[in-house]
């Protein structure tokens, strides 16, 4: 289901721009919004909390769970943990712990670095059901160049330099989703007037586009939109994305520094 590719979007260094800040001690809080015909329902709620370390890292954690009266149709809990390299924002651990529709599932990467090679294990812990069994797999999955997952790519989006792009230019990385590799390619649209809040903020307009490994072309889901203010802070303000029926809309509610 898309929606948990946006909660988990929510819910980068080849292009740093000079005037955004360093990844900082700050808390961010969104409303995920369904739409369909006149149907406008708040589906459900995600936070993203960044504390940096005395280590050169910073760490993260995303918690996103459905509406009440979404969880008769889905119900979603999810948990994202990372550890990112403030340096070149480079993820060292990334863990997703998903509750989605009735199935678990468990998901743990750490990365290794050689040169341009990027290579991770991922650790899996499956159950389709609750009281089956939980199934454990293990891959090796490997790249070449830069690399993000989920978690890590909500930063690295904050920190390219749109202001030297014009609309139609991309930046493409690796993207280690679950226990597969993909190609995330964001492509920056221009600049646009967002409204949040019922107040107007100037945004870049951004597209991520997911596809497979092999061939770069083949997509593996729907793009996904995001508007990040034009300021030093560099704020996701909204995110979008389709979904087999509708849309969902994620606005931000809540930006703090701690």
């Known amino acids: 289901m898309k929606t948990k590719i946006i909660l988990s979007l929510m ?37 993203l909390d960044t504390t940096m370390g005395n280590d050169g890292t910073f760490s ?11 969880d008769k149709f889905y119900t979603l809990r999810d948990t994202l943990l990372g550890r990112v390299e403030i340096d070149g924002l480079k993820p060292v651990y990334y863990e997703k712990i998903a509750h989605e529709g009735g199935e ?11 040169g341009n090679t990027v ?6 812990y499956k159950q389709k059901k609750a009281g089956q069994p939980i199934v454990y797999s293990q891959k090796l ?36 989703s679950g226990s597969r590799k993909e ?6 649209k221009g600049q646009e007037s967002v409204s949040i809040d019922k107040a107007d903020h100037n945004s870049y307009a951004i597209t991520f586009s997911f596809t497979s ?3 770069g072309k083949v997509k593996t889901s729907d793009d996904l939109y995001a508007w990040i203010s034009t ?17 969902v809309k994620a606005f931000l509610t809540n930006y703090s520094e701690k």
Request: one cysteine or more.
């Open 11 to 47: 819910l980068t260094m080849l292009f740093l721009t000079a005037n955004a800040q360093a990844p900082r001690n700050e808390s961010l809080a969104y409303d995920i919004m369904f739409k369909w015909g006149l149907i406008n329902k708040n589906a459900g709620h995600v936070t």
């Open 60 to 70: 993260s954690i995303l918690v996103g769970r459905s509406a009440k009266w979404a």
């Open 104 to 114: 678990f599932k468990r998901d743990i990467i750490k990365y290794q670095r050689s």
């Open 119 to 124: 290579s991770a294990t991922c650790d899996r």
């Open 141 to 176: 999955i490997s790249a070449e160049g830069y690399t993000v997952d989920m978690l890590s790519s909500f930063y690295y989006m904050r920190y390219i330099d749109y202001s030297a792009m014009k609309p139609g230019e991309s930046v493409t990385m690796n993207i280690f």
């Open 183 to 188: 190609i995330l390619k964001i492509t920056y």
């Open 213 to 215: 490994e092999k061939n």
């Open 231 to 247: 300021d030093s802070n560099r704020i996701p303000l909204k995110m979008e994305g389709k979904l087999p029926v509708g849309t």
